[in-house]
């Protein structure tokens, strides 16, 4: 069974940063991607990855301030964020997919459940 578990969701002021994780079991992926959404607005790409060789690629929105990284062994994906901006405010989804990566959520066969993160000014 395929699970997508997110995690490292919160409040946090403008400025600062939280660390997002998401742990995935029950296949190898091709490909994860971060997504978000905000309230009364479609879900959009934040950052994506391609297990083999590395490959990363961000929205222009975050690009400087977020970074991907993974912990092999454990089959986690995590989200790094700084100099967090009130616009960042979303729930954010972990999705996953094992034959392609792309900035679309069409892209993506398996989905967390979400974490929301808030930030305030």
């Known amino acids: 069974q395929v699970q997508l578990v997110e995690s490292g969701g919160g409040l946090v002021q403008a400025g600062g940063s939280l660390r997002l994780s998401c742990a995935a079991s029950g296949r190898t992926f091709f490909a994860m991607a971060w997504f978000r959404q905000a309230p009364g607005k479609e879900r959009e790409f934040v950052a994506g990855l391609r297990w083999i060789g590395g490959y990363t690629n961000y929205a222009d929105a975050v690009k400087g301030r977020f970074s991907l990284s993974t912990d092999n062994a454990d089959n986690q994906l995590y989200l790094q964020m700084n100099g967090l901006k009130p616009e960042d405010t979303a729930v954010y989804y972990c999705?996953?997919?094992?034959?392609?990566?792309?900035?679309?959520?069409?892209?993506?066969?398996?989905w967390g459940q979400g974490t929301r993160v808030t930030v305030s000014s």
């Open positions: 999705a996953a997919d094992s034959l392609r990566i792309g900035i679309s959520p069409n892209d993506y066969t398996y």
